[in-house]
């Protein structure tokens, strides 16, 4: 395992997160972030599958393999998807930070979500039949998913501190790239969607 600086970053950046940003972006900015986008996708995807209770619909086995596959591609194009809106408005507020740079703040501030693809994992292993059902019985999800609000905080601050780094951007500038980023993404979103509806149409 590579040390960057002196730190192992799948250890200091929970901690150091503006150190360990610095060190990975003047070695190679590349390392991890493709790992760390499938690790988010595929929580995320365990998130979705639960909530619209798809284990009703397909064995959970199905679900299972959909998501691991398709995890690296989504998780993949969600990682571009994110450094190309957080380069934009960090142009917008000045910002330096090269898209590389950006791609591994963003991909390096989910590292918390490790945390909740274990628990799902975990309750897979449980009660496989059962977690792909919202309220199914069997270890609740509920614990996993008030789990995810903390860890969805933890990754917020490590996603502002990183952007400080990168960006060279002071707290309150760091926070308004993301909120500034987020309203992008949601114009962006909402065009696609109302695009596919027309077409659909």
Request: glycine share 6%; hydrophobic share 55%; with cysteine.
């Amino acid at each position: 395992m590579p040390l960057f600086a002196g730190l192992n970053p799948w250890v200091s950046m929970w901690n150091q997160p503006r150190s360990t940003i610095r060190a990975i972006v003047h070695s190679k900015p590349s390392y991890g972030v493709c790992y760390l986008a499938a690790v988010y996708a595929l929580q995320s995807f365990f998130f979705y599958a639960n909530w619209w209770s798809l284990g009703l619909n397909a064995h959970y086995h199905l679900w299972m393999t959909l998501g691991v596959v398709l995890s690296p591609v989504v998780g993949f194009i969600w990682l571009y998807f994110q450094g190309l809106i957080f380069y934009i408005s960090g142009r917008l507020l000045r910002g330096s930070a090269s898209l590389a740079h950006l791609r591994a703040a963003v991909a390096w501030s989910t590292i918390p979500y490790s945390i909740i693809l274990l628990m799902w994992l975990f309750l897979i292993f449980a009660s496989a039949e059962n977690v792909f059902i919202q309220d199914g019985g069997g270890p609740s999800s509920l614990f996993v998913n008030c789990i995810a609000m903390i860890v969805g905080i933890w990754s917020l601050v490590l996603l502002i501190q990183s952007l400080r780094e990168v960006q060279q951007f002071s707290v309150g500038r760091s926070i308004l790239n993301v909120l500034l980023s987020c309203i992008l993404s949601s114009i962006l979103y909402f065009c696609l969607f109302a695009a596919f509806l027309y077409l659909y149409n």
